[in-house]
């Protein structure tokens, strides 16, 4: 009992650390292909310790602060259901299809506490970040039940052990796993599907209100994100990891793909980012679906 309790803050403090790392490196990024130097080491932890040392903070009411503290909550609970190596918290009590659950919500918290703004910059935001959310649920669920079906259960500890056995998911549902990349770009939130934040359109969307130790959550909450989305890809397509260093290297390649594609690309609106995800992923993944139901 007490190794589970010790795994369940661990976990969560190590996707912290190593999403601050990813935070950096999509800065990094994002600074070559713009030919700049880009920021220092300690930058995204300078980030955050700033913004949440700051004495002003601007309170919209109760749901304000519950609907931030649900979005970063929602992802700490969902660190748990991830196995990592020499980790697996409750992933092997546990399976997949909670964990989807768990990734909605953040948004939903989100959306609690943009409401309660007033702003309607906030409200647009939030409204295309749902939308954000419903197109790249659908190609991601469809992702999830292929390779569910092919493992044989829901339960990502036996996913990885499947793969160590029989080799990586990527190789044996290649269209799966580019449906389940392209469906990661619109997770991320980054170009060509940043449609909620859209600074020169809408003022930042659901941040025109954040402030503070408000904003200091919301890095934390991206950086939880980029954690997620690289160790949960490495975990269906790149058989997990054995050892910390070829697990990470896998997560980083991962999280590095969609951002060195996103820079490359303006933003979509709407109803292009709706066509887009609607379109090749989830085609992609059905495809997918039906080559692995019919092997």
Known sequence: MMALIVELVLMPAVAFVVGLAMLLMMRKIAAKIQRRVGPPFFQPLYDVVKFFGKQTQISHGLIHDVGIIVAVGGYIAAETLIPVPGMTGIADRTDVITLIYFLMVPSLGMALAAGQCANPNASIGISRALTAMLAYDIP????????????????????????????????????????????????????????????????????????????????????????????????????????WIDFLVKAFL????????????????????????WKWPVLAGLLGLAVVMWS
């Open 140 to 243: 991601f669920v469809i992702v999830i039940f292929g390779m569910s079906w092919m493992y044989g259960t829901t339960n990502l500890v036996q996913m990885v052990e499947y793969q160590q056995a029989h080799g990586w998911g990527l190789f044996q549902a290649p269209l799966l796993a580019f449906a389940g990349l392209f469906a990661l770009q619109g997770m991320l939130g980054k170009q060509p599907f940043e449609i909620y934040v859209a600074p020169a359109e809408i003022a930042t969307g659901p941040m025109v209100e954040m402030g503070g130790k408000y904003l200091g959550s919301l890095i934390v909450m991206q950086s939880f994100s980029l954690y997620t989305a690289g160790i949960l890809y490495t975990t269906l397509f790149l058989g997990g990891g054995v050892t």
């Open 254 to 277: 991962v999280v590095a793909i969609p951002m060195t594609i996103a820079f490359q690309f303006p933003r979509y609106r709407a109803e292009q980012m709706l066509g887009s995800l």
